[in-house]
């Protein structure tokens, strides 16, 4: 659900029509925020973000941000693409999980770019350069290490790393959210973005995990939250797991993200705790820029907040 508080599911066919989708583009800021205008005019309704990323794409020194503890390291490939005779995200996974990342999610996309190329699904294809997505989060050490050796089997891929915070992982609670100031020096805000990654069977009272989440802050009035099922991945120390052709009952990852100020995430992050009393992965992350647009109005705006300490451009 959004700003409008209409709930979007699958689970429900008048109400599947309409599912929520996610646009990600990652350039140079050049490049980016000279799209913004085009971007605003096609997304009257929804959120836009603008956030910071480091590109460590290329042949070069596994290098990640001087100043971070934690990092999440996210990944575009195409999903046809192989490493060793088996695909290449399956591999990457692996990698990930074997050199103590804390999560990983694979999600698959459906249309998109890269180098210039549109990539785009079509019913009777075998959509091999459709783009797919692997999302991870772990420390600073485990997160370098994996980085060196996804080089090694990865052949050109567009890999960013951001900062986050990492709060709770299966039941146990690390860190609370961090409170960063609610404007800068020239009076633009903050944001805030929490993800809990899950397991699809993962449940509560119940009930799918994720669904209650959504349903607990859709009625406490949380601004928006989105749940995206994934393909294949892990969380913790569980072994990587996700959709195969004979499994009676799917066993794949979900994450799920909410958006909104600070102060509100205090409040959403109670709810979040409560319902991963036992598992899941929750992140924190600092989002500078976002634009909220509604029926009626828009909230917030895409200039970016100024970075707190030396950051990644």
Not at 47 to 69: F, Q
Not at 95 to 108: D, F, N, P, T, Y
Not at 163 to 174: E, F, Q
């Amino acid at each position: 659900f959004g700003v409008k508080h209409r709930l979007q599911t699958e689970r429900l066919l008048t109400l599947s029509e309409d599912l929520p989708m996610i646009a990600l583009a990652v350039d140079v800021s050049d490049r980016v925020e000279a799209a913004i205008a085009d971007v605003r005019e096609l997304t009257r309704h929804g959120v836009i973000t603008l956030e910071r990323v480091l590109l460590a794409s290329g042949a070069g020194d596994a290098e990640t941000p001087p100043d971070a503890d934690e990092l999440k390291l996210t990944i575009y490939l195409g999903r046809g693409e192989r490493a060793g005779g088996r695909p290449v995200h399956l591999a990457a996974v692996e990698l990930l999980h074997r050199h103590g990342v804390a999560g990983a999610s694979v999600l698959l996309g459906v249309d998109g770019t890269s180098g210039g190329v549109r990539r785009r699904g079509r019913l009777l294809a075998g959509n091999a350069q459709v783009p797919l997505m692997i999302i991870s989060v772990g420390d600073r050490a485990s997160i370098a290490r994996a980085l060196a050796a996804l080089r090694g089997i990865l052949s050109d891929p567009v890999i960013t790393l951001e900062r986050v915070s990492v709060c709770k992982r299966d039941g146990v609670l690390l860190a609370e959210p961090s409170p960063p100031p609610s404007i800068d020096a020239e009076g633009l805000a903050y944001w805030q973005k929490l993800t809990v990654f899950t397991g699809g069977r993962a449940e509560h009272e119940g009930q799918p995990l994720y669904g209650e989440l959504v349903r607990r802050l859709r009625r406490a009035g949380a601004a928006g939250a989105t749940a995206m099922r994934g393909q294949w991945g892990y969380h913790g120390d569980h072994p990587p797991h996700g959709e195969r052709f004979w499994s009676l009952r799917r066993h794949v990852p979900v994450l799920t993200v909410v958006l909104d100020t600070p102060a509100n995430t205090r409040r959403w992050f109670a709810i979040v705790d409560e319902l991963t009393a036992e598992t899941g992965l929750v992140t924190s992350e600092l989002v500078p820029a976002l634009r909220a647009g509604g029926p009626d109005a828009e909230h917030g705006g895409l200039r970016l907040a100024a970075p707190r300490g030396p950051a990644p451009r």
